[in-house]
Structures are given as structure tokens and as C-alpha cells.
């Protein structure tokens, strides 16, 4: 019996929330607090992002309770939001991570460059700000002088893909280099 009034407590709560009551919503945000905490502790391993994440998780049910669609658990809502979250962050952190990478051996080919007193033209430089998928078909054509079959075999792609990738690049670096 204790059971049922609870969850038609919580239930109550709840559609008062999603209602716009403030004072709904703040309960059942310090209900769940605890629990999603612990949820986000465990997926990051970092006390930290974990504690950022429950903020966030927090700000976005507090913007978006009003799209609750009551089919589920309230922490269930909330551990979905906050997966997605962290989810998004550990992207960007990979993407972050990534241009790191890109540009510490940038910056050792000019090194070596000139290290070996070798000229570093700027159209590198601008190549090397274009995606590799761009990039890639440029410095196999106009570098290296394969034909556009060769370049599609290799690439697993498309010839119509490699002459629109090498006229959009190409179009691209004409423009970095005018300016």
C-alpha cells in the first residue's frame, strides 16, 4: 500500500512539474540528485565532469520539463540527458584531440622544413587546413599527377566524387591563397 501512494505521490509531482510548478520540479530534481550523480560517476570515472554533468543534466530537465512526455521514469529522463551529454562531450574532446594532433605535425613538417632550409609555400599551409577527404584527391592529382580512376580505386570511391572533391577544393585554396 506504501508503494502505491508513493508512486502516485511521485506521479502527482510530477505532472505538476511538467505543468510549470517550480516547486514540483525542485523536488524531484533533489530526489533524483543523488542517483544521477552516481550514474554520472561511474560512466565518466571523474568527479569533476561527473559533477559538470549533473549541473548541465540539471539546467537541461529545468529548460525542457515541459516536453516530459510522462512515459517513463523521471531519473530515466534524466540519465538519458545526461548520457547524451556526456556522450556529446567526449566528441568534442575526441575532435579536440584530433586537431592537437593535426597541428603538432604541422608544426614539425615546417619545422623540418626549415630545419632543412626548405622553402614552406603557402598553398601547404592552406591545404593543410582542408579536410583530409578534400585534401587527399588534391595532393594525389595535382601533386603527384594519378588519374582520376586511379584516385577512385584507391579511395573507395565514385570518379564523379574525386573531380567534385578536387574542383571544390581546388575552388577553396584559390580563395585561401587570393587573400
Known amino acids: 500500500m ?28 533533489r530526489d533524483n540528485y543523488t542517483l544521477l550523480y552516481r550514474y554520472m560517476l561511474k560512466v565518466t570515472m571523474n568527479k569533476a565532469m561527473a559533477e559538470d554533468l549533473v549541473q548541465e543534466t540539471m539546467l537541461k530537465a529545468i529548460e525542457r520539463i515541459g516536453s ?13 540527458i545526461g548520457t547524451r551529454l556526456y556522450m556529446d562531450e567526449m566528441r568534442k574532446k575526441k575532435r ?13 613538417i615546417r619545422f623540418d ?20 577527404d578534400i585534401r587527399v584527391p588534391i595532393l594525389l592529382k595535382y601533386y603527384y599527377g594519378y588519374a582520376y580512376e586511379e ?15 578536387l574542383h571544390n577544393g581546388l575552388k577553396h585554396l584559390r580563395k585561401e591563397l587570393s587573400q
Request: without cysteine; aromatic residues 8%.
Open 2 to 29: 506504501v508503494t502505491t501512494e508513493r508512486q502516485t505521490d511521485d506521479e502527482a509531482i510530477l505532472k505538476q512539474a511538467v505543468r510549470g510548478d517550480g516547486q514540483a520540479l525542485a523536488v524531484l530534481l
Open 68 to 80: 516530459f512526455q510522462l512515459r517513463s521514469k523521471f531519473s530515466t529522463w534524466l540519465i538519458s
Open 96 to 108: 579536440e584531440r584530433n586537431w592537437q594532433n593535426t597541428e603538432q605535425a604541422m608544426q614539425s
Open 113 to 132: 622544413a626549415a630545419m632543412r632550409q626548405d622553402e614552406w609555400p603557402e598553398a601547404l599551409d592552406a591545404l593543410a587546413d582542408m579536410p583530409y
Open 151 to 165: 584516385i577512385a580505386k584507391w579511395l573507395d570511391i565514385p570518379v564523379g566524387t574525386v573531380k567534385s572533391r
